[in-house]
Nanobody
Framework: QVQLVESGGGLVQAGGSLRLSCAASGRTFSSYAMGWFRQAPGKERGFVAAVNWSGASTYYADSVKGRFTISRDNAKNTVYLQMNFLKPEDTAVYYC???????????????WGQGTKVTVSS
């Protein structure tokens, strides 16, 4: 069992930056791939980024490539999402997830956090 708690969301102006954190409980964090997803009002949850268990492989949605960076610190049981050059369309609730594969497919993740809200003003 893994429990995930996101933090770092908030209100930021367009062009600004935020860093989201996702702290995981349990001693098996390093065995999981981690992903970030987001859900905007009235829209389905969508893939943002993923990282494999070691941090060596990362994957991004086209809409965030070059602006967002996913990373992890297995010693701290934490995964991060550094978000730069934020746009109003990045406004959403951001969720982290843990699973066996670093993938864009939400159904393959076993554990989810409660989400943290990011609002980007224009």
């Amino acid at each position: 069992q893994v429990q995930l708690v996101e933090s770092g969301g908030g209100l930021v102006q367009a062009g600004g930056s935020l860093r989201l954190s996702c702290a995981a409980s349990g001693r098996t964090f390093s065995s999981y791939a981690m992903g970030w997803f987001r859900q905007a009002p009235g829209k389905e949850r969508g893939f943002v980024a993923a990282v494999n268990w070691s941090g060596a492989s990362t994957y991004y949605a086209d809409s965030v490539k070059g602006r967002f960076t996913i990373s992890r610190d297995n010693a701290k049981n934490t995964v991060y999402l550094q978000m730069n050059f934020l746009k109003p369309e990045d406004t959403a609730v951001y969720y982290c997830a843990a699973g066996g594969y670093a993938t864009e497919w939400a159904s393959l993740y076993h554990y989810w956090g409660q989400g943290t809200k990011v609002t980007v003003s224009s």
